[in-house]
């Protein structure tokens, strides 16, 4: 039961460019969506987040968009760097009324590689 | 900038013995999870708790499984008779309130021989 998926396992890009890491959604209860940054042996890096109400959120060099109507988010990173060469993970969790769950369904991630 | 400490960093079992994985939150969380990730696999939901209870749990966490916040800054995970299938990377993760992004430790790697 894939909720989450990121589709691309690599991502490939020149230094100084563009990356743009890619997720799709099925629940359509998700209401708040975020991007995480893991490197091997260390835990996932809470890297920016969007709530459903917006449809872009922006820090620093990072953008997530979101677009409901299609279930996709993306995340955008301008420019890229080599120590941004990590998995990226999308998480997503549901509005739990009442309750304070707050649990993430992470996405199988994507190994972004940032060339010098 | 404050951490979620987990250890032991990597911890070798005989498969049927009991494990105790440890984790101290950020101090002034009020929410806490633990997650595993299976090598290869996508990190995955074990068990949130808050206020002192469990809040929700998946279906990975059996009766096999508990947890513990037993002096008010240790979180503890408890896998009573391991198998070989719960080798993974256990991670705990705490967050100051709901809806923000969580914190998450480096990790136990659990290895079940």
């Known amino acids: 039961d894939q909720q989450v998926k990121q589709n691309s396992p690599s991502l490939s890009v020149q230094e100084g460019r563009i990356s743009i890491l890619n997720c799709d959604y099925t629940n359509s209860m998700f209401d708040y969506f975020l991007w995480y940054k893991k490197y091997p042996a260390e835990g996932p890096t809470f890297l920016i987040s969007i709530s459903s109400i917006k449809d872009k959120n922006e820090d620093g060099r990072f953008t997530v968009f979101l677009n409901k109507s299609a279930k996709h988010l993306s995340l955008h990173i301008v420019p890229s760097q080599p120590g941004d060469s990590a998995v990226y993970f999308c998480a997503a969790s549901e509005e739990n009324y009442g309750g304070a769950t707050n649990k993430l369904i992470f996405g199988t991630g994507t190994l972004l590689a940032v060339q010098p | 900038e404050p951490e979620v400490t987990q250890t032991p960093s990597h911890q070798v079992t005989q498969m049927g013995q009991e494990v105790i994985l440890r984790c101290v939150p950020i101090s002034n969380h009020l929410y806490f999870y633990w997650y595993r990730q299976i090598l290869g696999q996508k990190v995955e939901f074990l068990v949130s708790f808050y206020n002192n209870e469990i809040s929700e749990k998946s279906e990975i966490f059996d009766d096999q499984f508990s947890v513990e916040r037993p002096d008010g800054s240790n979180f503890t995970l408890k896998i009573r008779s391991t198998k070989l299938e719960d080798s993974a990377m256990y991670f705990c993760?705490?967050?100051?309130?709901?809806?923000?992004?969580?914190?998450f430790g480096s990790g136990t790697r659990l290895t079940v021989v």
């Open positions: 993760a705490s967050s100051v309130a709901y809806g923000r992004g969580y914190t």
